[in-house]
């Protein structure tokens, strides 16, 4: 999943040199932390957060198709 969420959001931004996208394993379920260039989280948040909400239940379906727990969370630096 992580690697569709690194797809996805190097289109969506300005700078995608600067997408980082980590895994972390959090009481069963894995946690990805997406981090991006101050100028581009706007961009993946969208307007009243539906992009990000939108890629996050596309990553929840995903997961769940192949029996696991996930959940994107976007990391400011």
């Known amino acids: 999943m992580d ?3 690194y797809f996805v959001v190097r289109a ?7 997408v980082r ?3 972390v394993e959090r009481s069963g379920m894995s946690v ?6 101050g100028v581009d989280v706007g961009k993946v948040i ?7 909400q939108a890629i996050r239940s596309l990553v929840q379906v995903g997961a769940a ?7 994107l969370d976007l990391v400011e630096d």
């Not at 969208?46 to 990000?52: A, C, E, M, Q, S």
């Not at 198709?65 to 959940?71: L, N």
Request: proline residues 3%.
């Open 3 to 5: 690697e569709f969420v």
């Open 12 to 18: 969506l931004a300005d700078k995608p040199d600067d």
């Open 21 to 23: 996208v980590d895994v």
């Open 32 to 37: 990805i932390q997406l981090r991006v260039a």
């Open 46 to 52: 969208g307007r009243r957060g539906t992009t990000i």
């Open 65 to 71: 198709k192949s029996g696991r727990r996930c959940t």
